[in-house]
């Protein structure tokens, strides 16, 4: 038998398979486990003996004897057993068609947070083992089977059908959310030292593909589709020979996918207009703008301004705020750009991110204000995970002259000088003058007249067993254990800044991450990481995952005494 390779055919029947079989016994969470069994003997077996003429009806007869094997063991053997007799012949086809568009509003459940949702659609619907989907999101693999295995029992006793007319809409909106996450995950990684996972934005682009087959006629399905197309298209040309950032104005387009360009602006011209518009059709437009120009100074940016104006009005939002600061500033000149981008300084949704200080860099370098960009370079570096994201923005806060009295050693960690021996940002600093203070390991946060924002709004941590109340939330703790623990789960080391110890005191407190320390973080012990950590009256606070379910990396030393920086 000719055909796909073994692993595109077992991603594509593995929904179908799933559908069959949850629509016969209603047990979602069995089913999938069954038919991760199924593929998995399919993919040891089938290399070697080949491909059979009937894979479907191979996998399905594979996962219902392990169906089988997994009742005769309970308590209610033989009541199971005797609905195992009456089995229709496996060889069934999926009713009306539309079980894995079943499987894919079931993943995507609203009672499901986002997390859960990406990993589960990843599993049920593209057949990824829990191995890989947790490789992809870099979590441990124990704590991504956890997190399935939860979602499964959530969706276990939810109807197998497509959700009544009135809720489509919005449980397709999810749908698509949870694919446009799986994309961008891949496109930018939040974490780690490659830039993007190409494995994951083919599975988003293979599973949109597939969603857009099931319904050919919604608008917003074809838009992410042609949005997806039209970034990945340019995926060559991000990166040089040495894996650095190229940004899009140097990119070479030469580089770009012709057929993904094509494609996608096919899917553009064929829907927008043609329907009600929607968020993904309007991003795909805007997309669009930027293919089809020739050179990065033949880009229509009043055309890109009015595409962002009704994506303003569409889907209002800190991140079109952010792409539309830019385009205002190319139209108008960067003091508007960066007027705009002022009315994000108060929304809580930037606090742990380092795209509002990346643009704002950018566009106070168009400014010609030199010494404040590269200040705010080297913040947004600070904030990201990603090592290429941090290489290119230290890249570019090096090209450009420090403010005069910036300590140079400090700004590397993204801590300024300001000329105070015990005042720099990211609140540390020598202890106040003062009566002793001890110290604080059980986790209890330290207050003061100064306590920030961040610090009043994040959930207090006090052991290693309290759980976020949601991912992605703010936390904050003094707990040396909680410490240890965050910092081993990410095989970082503890260590200080290089010019910026007072005397015989530690400098500036920092994590030596795997690829980003650079020159001028020093290792430490803990005893000497936490001894100065409580002298200072130091908080933690962190976060364990982003709201995608990523791990994330950011966290914020802070000093409740010190004005919040």
Same mark, same amino acid.
């Given at each position: 038998?000719?055909?796909?390779?073994?692993?595109?055919?077992?991603?594509?029947?593995?929904?179908?398979?799933?559908?069959?079989?949850?629509?016969?016994?209603?047990?979602?969470?069995?089913?999938?486990?069954?038919?991760?069994?199924?593929?998995?003997?399919?993919?040891?077996?089938?290399?070697?003996?080949?491909?059979?003429?009937?894979?479907?009806?191979?996998?399905?007869?594979?996962?219902?004897?392990?169906?089988?094997?997994?009742?005769?063991?309970?308590?209610?053997?033989?009541?199971?057993?005797?609905?195992?007799?009456?089995?229709?012949?496996?060889?069934?086809?999926?009713?009306?068609?539309?079980?894995?568009?079943?499987?894919?509003?079931?993943?995507?459940?609203?009672? $499901?947070? /986002?997390?859960?949702?990406?990993?589960?659609? %990843?599993? !049920?619907?593209?057949? =990824? #083992?829990? @191995?890989?989907? +947790? &490789?992809?999101?870099?979590?441990?693999?124990?704590?991504?089977?956890?997190?399935?295995?939860?979602?499964?029992?959530?969706?276990?006793?939810?109807?197998?059908?497509?959700?009544?007319?009135?809720?489509?809409?919005?449980?397709?909106?999810?749908?698509?959310?949870?694919?446009?996450?799986?994309?961008?995950?891949?496109?930018?990684?939040?974490?780690?030292?490659?830039?993007?996972?190409?494995?994951?934005?083919?599975?988003?682009?293979?599973?949109?593909?597939?969603?857009?087959? $099931?319904? /050919?006629?919604?608008?917003?399905?074809?838009? %992410?589709? !042609?949005?997806?197309? =039209? #970034?990945? @298209?340019?995926? +060559? &040309?991000?990166?040089?020979?040495?894996?650095?950032?190229?940004?899009?104005?140097?990119?070479?387009?030469?580089?770009?996918?012709?057929a993904a360009i094509a494609e996608g602006l096919a899917l553009v011209a064929r829907t927008?207009?043609?329907?009600?518009?929607?968020?993904?059709?309007?991003?795909?437009?805007?997309?669009?703008?930027?293919?089809?120009?020739?050179?990065?100074?033949?880009?229509?940016?009043?055309?890109?301004?009015?595409?962002?104006?009704?994506?303003?009005?569409?889907?209002?939002? /800190?991140?079109?705020?952010?792409?539309?600061?830019?385009?205002?500033?190319?139209?108008?000149?960067?003091?508007?750009?960066? &007027?705009?981008?002022?009315?994000?300084?108060?929304?809580?949704?930037?606090?742990?991110?380092?795209?509002?200080?990346?643009?704002?860099?950018?566009?106070?370098?168009?400014?010609?204000?030199?010494?404040?960009?590269?200040?705010?370079?080297?913040?947004?570096?600070?904030?990201?995970?990603?090592?290429?994201?941090q290489r290119y923005l230290a890249l570019r806060a090096a090209r450009l002259p420090p403010?005069?009295?910036?300590?140079?050693?400090?700004?590397?960690?993204?801590?300024?000088?300001?000329?105070?021996?015990?005042?720099?940002?990211?609140?540390?600093?020598?202890?106040?003058?003062?009566?002793?203070?001890?110290?604080?390991?059980?986790?209890?946060?330290?207050?003061?007249?100064?306590?920030?924002?961040?610090?009043?709004?994040?959930?207090?941590?006090?052991?290693?067993?309290?759980?976020?109340?949601?991912?992605?939330?703010?936390?904050?703790?003094?707990?040396?254990?909680?410490?240890?623990?965050?910092?081993?789960?990410?095989?970082?080391?503890?260590?200080?800044?290089?010019?910026?110890?007072?005397?015989d005191h530690l400098g500036v407190l920092r994590f030596d991450f795997p690829g980003y320390?650079?020159?001028?973080?020093?290792?430490?012990?803990?005893?000497?990481?936490?001894?100065?950590?409580?002298?200072?009256?130091?908080?933690?606070?962190?976060?364990?995952?982003?709201?995608?379910?990523?791990?994330?990396?950011?966290?914020?030393?802070?000093?409740?005494?010190?004005?919040?920086?």
């Amino acid at each position: 038998m000719t055909g796909p390779p073994v692993g595109d055919l077992l991603r594509e029947l593995a929904p179908q398979v799933t559908g069959v079989l949850v629509r016969r016994h209603g047990r979602f969470d069995e089913c999938e486990d069954a038919v991760q069994e199924a593929l998995l003997a399919a993919a040891l077996r089938w290399p070697a003996d080949g491909v059979p003429d009937r894979p479907r009806s191979w996998l399905l007869t594979v996962a219902e004897r392990s169906l089988v094997d997994q009742w005769r063991s309970d308590s209610a053997r033989r009541r199971r057993e005797l609905a195992v007799a009456a089995l229709a012949p496996v060889d069934v086809q999926p009713v009306d068609g539309d079980d894995t568009l079943v499987l894919l509003f079931l993943c995507c459940h609203p009672a $499901l947070s /986002p997390p859960s949702q990406l990993a589960l659609t %990843l599993r !049920a619907v593209g057949g =990824l #083992t829990t @191995a890989e989907i +947790a &490789a992809a999101f870099l979590v441990p693999e124990s704590a991504m089977t956890r997190r399935i295995s939860r979602a499964k029992q959530v969706v276990r006793r939810a109807r197998f059908e497509l959700p009544p007319a009135s809720e489509r809409a919005q449980r397709l909106h999810v749908v698509l959310h949870v694919l446009y996450l799986i994309f961008n995950e891949g496109y930018t990684t939040s974490s780690g030292p490659a830039l993007h996972r190409a494995d994951l934005t083919a599975e988003a682009i293979r599973l949109t593909r597939l969603l857009r087959r $099931l319904l /050919p006629d919604e608008g917003e399905v074809a838009g %992410l589709l !042609a949005l997806m197309l =039209l #970034t990945d @298209a340019r995926r +060559a &040309a991000r990166t040089d020979a040495d894996g650095s950032i190229v940004p899009l104005a140097d990119q070479r387009r030469d580089l770009w996918d012709a057929a993904a360009i094509a494609e996608g602006l096919a899917l553009v011209a064929r829907t927008l207009g043609a329907g009600p518009i929607g968020p993904y059709q309007v991003q795909a437009a805007i997309a669009a703008v930027h293919d089809e120009a020739p050179t990065a100074e033949d880009t229509d940016w009043p055309q890109v301004l009015a595409l962002y104006e009704v994506l303003d009005r569409v889907a209002p939002g /800190p991140i079109v705020t952010l792409g539309k600061a830019v385009a205002v500033a190319m139209v108008h000149g960067p003091k508007a750009g960066l &007027a705009l981008l002022g009315t994000l300084d108060a929304d809580d949704r930037m606090t742990h991110t380092h795209r509002l200080d990346a643009v704002r860099a950018h566009l106070l370098e168009q400014a010609g204000e030199t010494a404040a960009a590269r200040e705010a370079y080297l913040r947004a570096a600070t904030m990201t995970a990603s090592a290429p994201e941090q290489r290119y923005l230290a890249l570019r806060a090096a090209r450009l002259p420090p403010r005069e009295g910036w300590n140079e050693s400090a700004a590397r960690a993204g801590v300024a000088n300001r000329g105070k021996e015990d005042d720099m940002t990211n609140q540390q600093g020598t202890p106040k003058p003062g009566p002793p203070r001890g110290k604080n390991t059980g986790g209890g946060i330290r207050t003061g007249e100064d306590t920030s924002k961040s610090l009043k709004y994040s959930q207090e941590v006090k052991s290693p067993g309290d759980e976020p109340e949601r991912p992605g939330r703010s936390l904050a703790t003094t707990s040396h254990e909680v410490i240890q623990q965050w910092a081993a789960a990410r095989d970082a080391t503890p260590a200080t800044v290089e010019g910026t110890e007072h005397g015989d005191h530690l400098g500036v407190l920092r994590f030596d991450f795997p690829g980003y320390g650079g020159d001028t973080l020093r290792k430490v012990g803990w005893d000497e990481w936490f001894k100065t950590f409580d002298e200072r009256r130091l908080n933690f606070i962190y976060q364990e995952e982003r709201s995608d379910g990523t791990q994330s990396n950011f966290f914020r030393l802070e000093n409740p005494d010190r004005e919040d920086a």
